[in-house]
């Protein structure tokens, strides 16, 4: 049985084997779409989806229903493996005064409260923030189940190419959800942070 894998909000970060999905037609591309009008994916087909630094580009109002739309396409028992930027890190590094945590060129924003808001915000193109509560509660409204915290390059189900996108360890968080249905977690407690 082949394994149908989603990276959803790809960008120009194609990956072979997996199913590469955007809003934009960067190359190598293959489910060009919106996830709010709906992805061109059928219903049910998918294993398991990662996503990485895409999710936070929606408004609060958008995002439980591109999740609902992302279980939409997963087979019972498929899980979701997004990362976020960690909200909660960003405002210790601040209050520490870590400012190397930052990755804003010190030419454009010098400050230590605006380098913390301008990162959190990624020039913008951040429009909702994520602390570990907020992304369970909003995974739980969408229909997700089992939803945890994980380790960079970590998971906490049968799937261990899932981490394979992981990037920027060190302002992100990595939540993942299932779709209810047959079990999909590992049975090793070593695979999860919690």
């Known amino acids: 049985m082949t394994v149908k894998r989603l990276n959803w909000g790809c960008g120009s970060h ?13 190359p190598g591309v293959q489910a060009l779409g919106d996830i709010r009008h709906g992805l061109p994916i059928e219903s049910d087909s998918i294993d398991y989806a990662a996503s990485t630094h895409a999710l936070q580009e929606l408004s609060y109002p958008e995002v439980v229903p591109a999740l609902r739309e992302l279980r939409r396409v997963f087979k019972p028992g498929g899980v979701l493996r997004l990362g976020l930027p960690d909200l909660d890190r960003g405002i210790s590094a601040y209050v520490r005064g870590e400012d190397d945590h930052f990755k804003i060129d010190r030419g454009d924003v010098s400050s230590p409260g605006g380098r913390f808001v301008v990162h959190m915000l990624w020039y913008g193109y951040s429009r909702t923030l994520f602390t570990f509560d907020f992304i369970e509660e909003l995974m739980s409204k969408a229909g997700f189940a089992d939803v945890v915290r994980c380790a960079y390059g970590r998971t906490a189900t049968r799937f261990p190419d899932i981490a394979q996108l992981d990037n920027r360890e060190e302002e992100t968080m990595f939540v993942e959800g299932t779709k209810p249905g047959h079990p999909q977690r590992s049975a090793s407690p070593a695979s999860s942070d919690g």
């Open 14 to 26: 194609v990956r072979p084997g997996w199913i590469n999905s955007d809003i934009k037609p960067f």
